[in-house]
């Protein structure tokens, strides 16, 4: 009963004080809203990461010249100046590397790149792959129809590519293109192969991309690209997760004395396995994670302050009410209870409202994004828990300057 009275009690302050309750409202749902979005985005984010390093293996890695993340421009400078993985280099550490991997590649990339096929072309959104036979193994893409392209691809310069799918939807929508010639930046090129279609991950297509061997994309499409920048990744699959340090130490070895590296220099490339990139791109979400905590709390503390203030009001215009009621027997720890109860409803109101836009915001934000959406139940559960201690603390001054009212004081209220 008095629950149900409590509750009836704090919508009637919401209706008397519709302005004031409004934004307090909105301040606790936005509180509310800032620590759900993040948490949804960082959680999706998380388990699309994890699921897409499974896909890849765990016993895959990659070396290149800098990291894949960079923050700062500090970190830029410091990674800048390393020479850049030629071709020369990737095809002997390829020959050298065999013996201890179970896959071998490299490949080297352009963005920015437009596709025509007769009288269609595509937007200029497309990435274009210079790659070896080894690069589909060991990143483990499939092939839909046709074939990958091979080491002897490279060793004859045949003018051939691998599409993604969405050159398939834009430029072959009603036929294969196995066969068809294609041509970027007015070379001419013969579909062998069709990529099987990987989605979407933060936004960007993952089959915009065309693949064609390491030799023609050196001739042919990397001339305006300076020298330096020029730079070949190299990935590489161990036998077994257990033996990919193993693995990790031989490559570097391999490199380094390709390289030329004295036993006290520094490596000049970056070794990255796919749970260190994943690793990389969590602690970079977090900052995200920080932001929505930190706009939360202030969100949420000037609604405190909110309950607070309409609770106030609440006592003052009920001062006669607290006194009749007191007369009769009511004692402290029921007037405690009851403005305790109605300032928990006004912030679960207020909640409720935050954690359904806070999800219909991340699930747009995610699905736009690409992310597989996971709602967090640890987000949910502690987004009730603090506007219930909201409403404890910012309602108990209130509650309790209610509850030590003199009753006869009380009843002369005006």
Same mark, same amino acid.
């Given at each position: 009963?008095?629950?149900?009275?409590?509750?009836?009690?704090?919508?009637?302050?919401?209706?008397?004080?519709?302005?004031?309750?409004?934004?307090?409202?909105?301040?606790?749902?936005?509180?509310?809203?800032?620590?759900?979005?993040?948490?949804?985005?960082?959680?999706?984010?998380?388990?699309?990461?994890?699921?897409?390093?499974?896909?890849?293996?765990?016993?895959?890695?990659?070396?290149?010249?800098?990291?894949?993340?960079?923050?700062?421009?500090?970190?830029?400078?410091?990674?800048?100046?390393?020479?850049?993985?030629?071709?020369?280099?990737?095809m002997k550490f390829k020959e050298r590397m065999q013996p201890y991997a179970r896959a071998v590649g490299f490949a080297a990339d352009i963005s920015g790149v437009r596709i025509k096929y007769e009288e269609q072309t595509t937007n200029n959104d497309f990435t274009l792959?210079?790659?070896?036979?080894?690069?589909?193994?060991?990143?483990?893409?499939?092939?839909?129809?046709?074939?990958?392209?091979?080491?002897?691809?490279?060793?004859?310069?045949?003018?051939?590519?691998?599409?993604?799918?969405?050159?398939?939807?834009?430029?072959?929508?009603?036929?294969?293109?196995?066969?068809?010639?294609?041509?970027?930046?007015?070379?001419?090129?013969?579909?062998?192969?069709?990529?099987?279609?990987?989605?979407?991950?933060?936004?960007?297509?993952?089959?915009?991309?065309?693949?064609?061997?390491?030799?023609?994309?050196?001739?042919?499409?990397?001339?305006?690209?300076?020298?330096?920048?020029?730079?070949?990744?190299?990935?590489?699959?161990?036998?077994?997760?257990?033996?990919?340090?193993?693995?990790?130490?031989?490559?570097?070895?391999?490199?380094?004395?390709?390289?030329?590296?004295?036993?006290?220099?520094?490596?000049?490339?970056?070794?990255?396995?796919?749970?260190?990139?994943?690793?990389?791109?969590?602690?970079?979400? !977090?900052?995200?994670? #920080?932001? +929505?905590?930190?706009? /939360?709390? *202030? =969100?949420?503390?000037?609604? $405190?302050?909110?309950?607070?203030?309409?609770?106030?009001?609440?006592?003052?215009?009920?001062?006669?009410?607290?006194?009749?009621?007191?007369?009769?027997?009511?004692?402290?720890?029921?007037?405690?209870?009851?403005?305790?109860?109605?300032?928990?409803?006004?912030? !679960?109101?207020?909640? #409720?409202? +935050?954690?359904?836009? /806070?999800? *219909? =915001?991340?699930?747009?934000? $995610?699905?736009?994004?690409?992310?597989?959406?996971?709602?967090?139940?640890?987000?949910?559960?502690?987004?009730?828990?603090?506007?219930?201690?909201?409403?404890?603390?910012?309602?108990?001054?209130?509650?309790?300057?209610?509850?030590?009212?003199?009753?006869?004081?009380?009843?002369?209220?005006?």
């Open positions: 009963m008095v629950l149900r009275e409590s509750i009836s009690q704090a919508l009637f302050s919401i209706r008397s004080n519709k302005l004031r309750a409004f934004l307090t409202l909105l301040s606790i749902a936005i509180g509310i809203f800032a620590l759900m979005g993040s948490g949804t985005l960082v959680t999706s984010l998380e388990h699309t990461v994890s699921s897409q390093i499974l896909e890849l293996g765990q016993n895959t890695f990659r070396i290149d010249r800098r990291p894949s993340f960079l923050v700062g421009h500090r970190a830029w400078r410091r990674y800048r100046n390393r020479p850049p993985i030629t071709l020369q280099e990737a792959y210079g790659v070896d036979g080894g690069f589909f193994f060991a990143n483990r893409l499939d092939i839909e129809e046709g074939r990958p392209i091979t080491d002897e691809d490279l060793l004859l310069n045949r003018p051939v590519a691998v599409v993604g799918a969405d050159v398939v939807r834009s430029l072959f929508p009603a036929s294969s293109p196995l066969g068809q010639h294609i041509f970027i930046r007015g070379r001419r090129l013969q579909v062998v192969g069709v990529l099987k279609a990987r989605g979407n991950v933060m936004g960007q297509s993952l089959d915009k991309v065309v693949f064609v061997p390491a030799t023609i994309f050196l001739r042919y499409f990397s001339q305006n690209v300076p020298a330096r920048w020029r730079s070949f990744a190299l990935y590489v699959e161990s036998p077994s997760a257990e033996s990919i340090q193993e693995t990790i130490d031989q490559a570097i070895a391999i490199l380094r004395g390709l390289r030329n590296l004295k036993p006290w220099e520094e490596n000049n490339f970056e070794v990255q396995t796919n749970e260190a990139i994943g690793s990389q791109f969590d602690s970079f979400m !977090q900052y995200l994670q #920080i932001f +929505g905590l930190g706009t /939360g709390i *202030i =969100a949420l503390l000037a609604a $405190g302050i909110g309950i607070m203030n309409i609770m106030l009001v609440a006592v003052q215009e009920r001062t006669r009410e607290i006194g009749l009621r007191k007369a009769v027997g009511a004692k402290v720890r029921h007037i405690l209870t009851q403005f305790v109860l109605e300032a928990l409803t006004l912030s !679960q109101l207020g909640g #409720i409202a +935050g954690i359904v836009l /806070g999800g *219909i =915001a991340a699930a747009l934000v $995610g699905s736009s994004l690409g992310f597989q959406l996971v709602l967090p139940l640890d987000w949910i559960i502690g987004s009730v828990l603090i506007c219930t201690l909201l409403g404890m603390i910012f309602g108990s001054y209130p509650a309790w300057k209610a509850a030590r009212l003199d009753p006869v004081e009380a009843l002369r209220y005006e």
